[in-house]
C-alpha cells in the first residue's frame, strides 16, 4: 500500500526526537502535498546546513562560523564559563537572556551503562580553556540525572586538580510559580538544601 520510499520517509521522520510513526507519516504526507513550496525549500535548508554549519573549535557550539559568535562576541564576561551537556541546553540558558558569559558543550555526559568515559565529553578542551584563559568560575548546568550529577562531580574533581577557580552549579529546587503540593519528592528535597537567607 506504501511505497519503499514513502517508507524510508517515515521512518527517517520518526526516528527524529519528540516524534514517532503517527508523526512522521503526517510530516511525510504534509511534505508531499506541498511538494512544490515546502519540499524544495526543506531540502534546500537541509543540504545547506549540512555543509555550512560546523562545531565550534573553542566551545562546541553550533554555528556557520569557526569560532561561533558566542566565542567572537566581546561584550560576553571572558571569566565566566557556563557548562552543558548539549547546544540545546546552550540555547535553553541563551532564551533566558541571564547569563552574558561564555558556554562550553561537553556533547554528553558520563554514563558507564553506555559506555560513554571522560574521553567521550569535551572534557579535555575544557580543562584546557580554564588552564589558558582567565576564567575565574565555572558553572556546571547539567541535568539533575544521575549521569549529569557524576559528570558534574567528575568534572569538579578534575578543575580541582589543574587550576583554583570557582566551580559553581545551577540551584535546584522550587519553579517560579510552581506549587509545594504537585512537586515530586526529589525537587523539593533540593528546594531544602538549596534554601539561603531572605
Not at 135 to 153: D, R
Amino acid at each position: 500500500m506504501i511505497s519503499d520510499e514513502l517508507k524510508t520517509l517515515i521512518h527517517l521522520f520518526s526516528k527524529l526526537p519528540g516524534l514517532g510513526p503517527r508523526s512522521g507519516k503526517r510530516i511525510a504526507l504534509h511534505l508531499l502535498q506541498h511538494r512544490t513550496t515546502t519540499l524544495p525549500a526543506l531540502a534546500e535548508s537541509l543540504q545547506l546546513a549540512g555543509v555550512k554549519v560546523k562545531d565550534c573549535s573553542r566551545c562546541g557550539n553550533l554555528d556557520s562560523q569557526d569560532p561561533c559568535g558566542l566565542c567572537q562576541d566581546s561584550r560576553r564576561d571572558q571569566s565566566l564559563i557556563c557548562v552543558v551537556e548539549s547546544v540545546a541546553d546552550l540555547w535553553a540558558l541563551e532564551r533566558s537572556a541571564s547569563f552574558k558569559g561564555q558556554y562550553h558543550v561537553l556533547g554528553g555526559v558520563l554514563s558507564a551503562l553506555d559506555g560513554v568515559g571522560p574521553k567521550d565529553i569535551r572534557l579535555a578542551s575544557l580543562l584546557q580553556r580554564c588552564q589558558k584563559e582567565k576564567v575565574q568560575e565555572v558553572i556546571l548546568a547539567l541535568n539533575a540525572t544521575v549521569e549529569g550529577q557524576t559528570t558534574s562531580h567528575y568534572i569538579t574533581e578534575r578543575l580541582k586538580e589543574v587550576v583554583v577557580l570557582q566551580v559553581t552549579s545551577l540551584a535546584r529546587g522550587v519553579p517560579l510559580g510552581g506549587e509545594l503540593d504537585y512537586l515530586d519528592e526529589g525537587t523539593l528535597s533540593a528546594a531544602l538544601l538549596s534554601r539561603r537567607s531572605v
